[in-house]
């Protein structure tokens, strides 16, 4: 069964067809939510018995120690091959080099009357990274995680990630390898929803105290349960199961676009793939190169169900402006733009995750060695979130200095604005220091 066709010509696009006709994958992160805050609550009052419990029941094993040891994390650097070290090392560089380009600047500003308000950003110091397993291990979330964070001058970094069957029920050797590679020897081993209460309160019995931020990608109980969280500690984004949204016109290339929705197929049975074009022929021509490709793929059952799912369509509307209507009503994680005028179509495209522009610049090139950032917003929620970035690992606060003449030139106005809004005492606390 291969991806569906959804024909939206001669309809007024609007929030509800969007989600009607494209609608997320089946498993909703309410749903999931429910699950995930059972999980939690047995972490948060239970701790290890629980982890261990959760452990045996999802994957079969129980990781012990939950902590990665020093021995392990330095075999696996030496173990790691020196392709493969040199090919993360390069991801490493490159995004540590975008996240210093996006540190933001201090800002003080001057008023004419006098007084300063210096607008300045402090790291976040203690912060948990989650890195996913399941289905594939990556290495390239580690980067994603580790950099900015370290870019942004936060001091205590901790990695949960799954233990592996394949590996004893330890962590995978490469997510070990890029953990000591940047110099990260706090690794736990433990993931989805567990993971993230465990890093959200503490766990005493293995001496883990709680973080003040979560970040990273994983499944949809993972972004469940960072929103149930959210408010005990910082979160990202709700980074769930991956989206792909290509916005193509006639020209072109089918046969890219078809590689490049498989690509984020295999990564999940409930990532969403889309294609949004006003042309036919593109549509039948990207549908031939999925059918012909899948059953070349080395995950080929994981993508025929991905691409059969009802959160995957190749969707035909009418102009290239009806598409960008929907691409910026969708708001994916991940939105490719190939079309014969990019730079018009870039700047009307308000909601994604992260763009990619061209033909040979697509979302396998931001997964690893683009400089930019991976782990970002799903499920919609890039209509308000920004992906994962040196930004996030920093607080901006205000620091504001006044002299006692500064002062006095707007104590008028500020008792006036008290009495109306019935706060003598704040105009008294500013009356005072004049007298």
């Given amino acids: 069964m291969s991806i569906r066709i959804e024909d939206l010509r001669g309809q007024g696009l609007t929030s509800n067809l969007v989600r009607d006709s494209v609608p997320r994958a089946a498993l909703d992160i309410t749903e999931a939510a429910v699950a995930a805050a059972e999980i939690i609550e047995a972490v948060r009052t239970r701790g290890v018995a629980a982890i261990s419990e959760l452990s045996t029941r999802f994957d079969g094993f129980v990781a012990e120690p939950l902590w990665a040891s020093q021995d392990e994390l330095e075999t696996a650097l030496a173990e790691l091959s020196p392709q493969l070290r040199q090919a993360i090392e390069e991801s490493i560089s490159r995004v540590r080099k975008a996240s210093r ?57 901790v990695i949960a990630t799954p233990g592996q069957k394949a590996f004893g029920g ?85 046969r890219f676009i078809a590689l490049d929705l498989i690509s984020q197929a295999e990564h999940d049975e409930a990532a969403a793939c889309v294609l949004v074009t006003d042309s036919e022929a593109l ?7 999925i059918d012909d490709l899948i059953p070349q793929a080395t995950h080929s059952e994981r993508i025929a169900v991905a691409l059969s799912g009802q959160q995957s369509a190749v969707v035909l509307v009418d102009s290239i402006e009806a598409a960008i209507v ?16 990019d730079t018009s179509v870039l700047t009307q495209i308000t909601n994604a995750g992260a763009i990619f522009v061209g033909s040979y610049s697509p979302v396998a090139l931001g997964d690893y060695m683009a400089g930019s950032n991976h782990v970002l917003p799903t499920g919609g929620t890039a209509r ?52």
């Fill in 101 to 157: 380009d996006a540190l933001p600047s201090t800002v003080t500003t001057r008023h004419e009357a006098g007084g300063t308000v210096t607008t300045r950003y402090v790291p976040i110091k203690s912060v948990g990274l989650y890195v996913p397993g399941g289905k594939a291990v990556y290495p390239s979330s580690v980067v994603m995680n580790v950099v900015p964070a370290q870019v942004a001058g936060s001091t205590r970094l």
């Fill in 170 to 254: 330890r962590a995978h050797p490469t997510v070990l390898a890029t953990a000591k590679l940047l110099g990260v020897t706090d690794v736990l081993v433990i993931g989805g929803a567990a993971a993230i209460a465990a890093l959200a309160y503490g766990v005493e019995q293995i001496g883990l105290a709680p973080v003040d931020l979560i970040t990273g990608p994983g499944n949809i109980h993972v972004a469940a349960a960072k929103r149930l969280v959210r408010g005990t500690v910082g979160i990202d984004s709700e980074a769930g199961t991956t989206e792909i949204l290509v916005l193509a016109d006639h020209s072109a290339n089918a």
């Fill in 283 to 289: 549509a039948q021509a990207v549908i031939s190169h």
């Fill in 326 to 341: 929907f691409a910026n009503e969708y708001a994916t994680e991940h939105l490719e733009i190939v079309t014969d005028d």
């Fill in 384 to 435: 308000f979130n920004a992906g994962l970035g040196v930004h996030t690992f920093l607080r901006a606060q205000q620091v504001v200095d006044y002299s006692q003449s500064d002062l006095a030139e707007i104590a008028q106005k500020i008792e006036t604005f008290a009495r109306a809004e019935g706060l003598d005492a704040h105009g008294q606390a500013v009356s005072e220091r004049l007298r």
